[in-house]
């Protein structure tokens, strides 16, 4: 059986699930059909065209990269334009391009956590908006014979999921009542009398946001011609914020106190730098550390409000280096290029795993060609 495009899809959901994407983001497949099969597969940076044309050459069925192709509905497709010469390429050669951006930052072990380990820090936490997830309980009433089928056709999805456990519900029996009005077709009972019939009730949660497909999902092989369900919203605890794991950023700490400068200089001989910029007392000390992957501008109110002396990111501005020499505090500027390439491998390594644990003949590679685009001069 054909690995598909659409399979691949599923295994990217679990390590960057599209929930956690920014509104604004645009995650998923950019260009291609779920139903593409996959014998090579590639994982990249960013769709550049030199990227692309070198995945057609290659052969490549699927590409993966963290940033999107299309960020913004397109109007048009020209294909003078770079994006519409990289999706008329993409098509000629039957090339499925699928990114895995904010989704893949935000994750439990994703682009935030990776930076973290890599440049040495520990008990990592959220830094900036964490996300806690909206859970709902959905319960389904179903006639003896079909409890096995609606559960079989739960558990296809995310539904039942509490922490690490999968496949939770609870069924209790009872009995309902009816009564088919002149023009209804009903699977049991006769129009205009009340019917009681032996029903079970089967409960379990699930993701908000995927309350409309799982209930689209369960119709298809329920047996009522109205089906009977209830939908309520659950007030989801995770206790304090720190202990939630998905988010923007994060906090960590280092095993030794040790000075800005050396610590900076650690950070460039780890991710093989050829530059980066520093700003703050060279000798001021440093235990903990706040992080974030690609433009990190936009957490800087929450570093300041943290405890973390120093942080570390990409795309930082002037003024956020004032900012920081006036509260005392350290900037760490490692490039957007830099803090995000270190996925590349890791990825490539994650799904290779997965898919040989599953017996999936895919061959997956790491384009190792990518330079950041700005230089030293």
């Not at 048009?76 to 699928?98: K, M, R, V, W």
Request: glycine fraction near 8%; proline fraction near 5%.
């Amino acid at each position: 059986m054909n690995t598909t495009v659409a399979d691949i899809i599923k295994i990217m959901e679990t390590l960057a699930p599209s929930r956690l994407a920014e509104e604004w983001d645009n995650p998923g497949l950019q260009v291609g059909s779920v139903n593409w099969p996959v014998k090579r597969l590639s994982v990249a940076l960013d769709p550049t065209p030199d990227v692309v044309a070198n995945a057609c050459k290659r052969g490549i069925d699927l590409l993966i990269t963290h940033h999107p192709l299309i960020f913004r509905p397109l109007t048009s497709l020209d294909i003078s334009t770079p994006a519409g010469a990289i999706i008329h390429e993409a098509l000629q050669h039957q090339l499925a391009i699928f990114a895995a951006h904010t989704n893949l930052d935000y994750a439990v072990n994703g682009l935030n956590d990776l930076l973290g380990s890599k440049i040495g820090l520990k008990n990592l936490n959220v830094m900036g908006r964490a996300i806690k997830q909206k859970i709902c309980k959905l319960v389904f009433y179903v006639p003896p014979e079909y409890e096995q089928n609606t559960l079989d056709a739960l558990f296809q999805t995310d539904a039942g999921r509490i922490g690490e456990y999968s496949c939770c519900s609870f069924r209790n029996k009872g009995k309902g009542s009816f009564r088919p009005g002149t023009s209804a077709k009903p699977f049991m009972g006769e129009a205009g009398v009340i019917s009681h019939v032996d029903e079970v009730r089967i409960e379990l949660v699930a993701p908000k946001r995927e309350v409309a497909g799982l209930i689209k999902h369960v119709r298809e092989i329920h047996p009522y011609e109205t089906m009977a369900y209830d939908v309520y919203p659950l007030w989801n605890s995770t206790g304090n914020i720190q202990n939630v794991k998905e988010g923007a950023g994060r906090i960590g700490e280092l095993e030794k106190e040790t000075e800005l400068a050396a610590f900076a200089q650690r950070i460039k001989e780890t991710l093989g730098l050829d530059h980066m910029k520093m700003a703050g007392r060279p000798d001021m000390p440093v235990r903990k550390v706040a992080i974030c992957t690609g433009s990190g501008s936009g957490l800087m109110k929450a570093f300041f409000s943290s405890a973390a002396d120093v942080y570390v990111s990409g795309d930082l501005r002037y003024h956020d280096a004032r900012d920081a020499e006036a509260a005392g505090k350290g900037l760490i500027d490692i490039g957007h290029f830099a803090s995000e390439h270190i996925l590349v491998n890791i990825l490539a390594e994650r799904l290779s795993r997965i898919l040989n644990e599953t017996g999936t003949r895919v061959q997956v590679e790491a384009y190792e060609r990518e330079t950041d685009p700005f230089i030293p001069v």
